[in-house]
Nanobody, 117 residues
Framework: QVQFVESGGGLVQPGESLLLSCTIS????????VGWFRQAPGNQREMVAM???????KYADGVKGRCTIFTDIEMNTVRLQMNSLKPEDTAVYYC???????????WGQGTQVTVSS
């Protein structure tokens, strides 16, 4: 069973920044993809940013240039720096990991991000 410890969500004003952090149980090398998804009320869950140990980083079009995903291998942590936040970024953000061995996918419990003036 994979466990996640997520933090960093909150209420911010448009234009401000947030840093989301997620510590994943076990070595991060156990996974062939880690990242962040989000889900706003009434919407499907969507990918925000993903990092692949053997490939390029991937971002959703709506966050390119505003978000940066990075990992701390020693701490088994994946972080998402979000800048210039917009009201449409309001959602529950979920940490994500995919097992290398069998492709099983896992999700964190989610952290709320609200962007409002």
């Amino acid at each position: 069973q994979v466990q996640f410890v997520e933090s960093g969500g909150g209420l911010v004003q448009p234009g401000e920044s947030l840093l989301l952090s997620c510590t994943i149980s076990g070595s991060i090398w156990r996974y062939n993809a880690v990242g962040w998804f989000r889900q706003a009320p009434g919407n499907q869950r969507e990918m925000v940013a993903m990092v692949f140990p053997t490939g390029p980083t991937k971002y959703a079009d709506g966050v390119k240039g505003r978000c940066t995903i990075f990992t701390d291998i020693e701490m088994n942590t994946v972080r998402l720096q979000m800048n210039s936040l917009k009201p449409e970024d309001t959602a529950v953000y979920y940490c994500y990991a995919r097992e290398s061995q069998d492709g099983s996918e896992y999700w964190g419990q989610g952290t709320q991000v609200t962007v409002s003036s």
